[in-house]
Structures are given as C-alpha cells and as structure tokens.
C-alpha cells in the first residue's frame, strides 16, 4: 500500500527553537504510525536532510511524503516527488 501526505509541521513549532528539528522528525513519524497503522516506521535520510535543511531552529512549516507499507507491517517513509 503506497500513500502520499503533507504533514502539518505546526505542532513542532510550540517547541523550544533549539529543540525544533528532533520534535518534526517525531511529529513525522507519530503521523504515518496514526494513520498508516504501524508501530514500525523507517525514515529516509532524504526526509531527514529536508527537515533539517535550514538547521535545528527553521524547521519547514509541512513536508510532502510517501509512506509505503510492506507486507510485514513495516512502512517506508520517503520524500514525495
């Protein structure tokens, strides 16, 4: 099963500025295991590098991914094209 999101980035933005990128890679990863249904959630290091591409502080307000679930139960997080 292939699904693409944009994730509201929002909440991530009430947490401390220096606390800011680890909170949106949580954020992330809380969303696709609401809503894909999956406890085990493996990022890209695309995703990653998106997130912190400004630095800790100047998070991305949303962020566009793909979440792929394996037959395992497993979902792969990538950046959407």
């Known amino acids: 099963?292939?699904?693409v999101y944009v994730i509201p980035l929002r909440d991530a933005k009430k947490a401390p500025r220096t606390k800011?990128?680890?909170k949106a890679t949580r954020v992330v990863r809380?969303?696709?295991q609401k809503h894909m249904k999956s406890e085990d959630v493996k990022m890209d290091e695309s995703v990653?590098?998106?997130i912190w591409e400004r630095?800790?502080?100047k998070i991305p307000p949303k962020i566009?991914?793909?979440a792929t679930k394996e037959?395992?139960?497993s979902v792969l997080?990538?950046?959407a094209q």
Do not use: A, Y
């Open 64 to 66: 566009k991914v793909k």
């Open 30 to 32: 809380e969303f696709i």
């Open 20 to 22: 800011r990128s680890p």
């Open 48 to 50: 990653n590098e998106k």
């Open 77 to 79: 997080v990538t950046l």
């Open 1 to 3: 099963m292939e699904r």
């Open 71 to 73: 037959e395992d139960g």
């Open 55 to 57: 630095g800790i502080q």
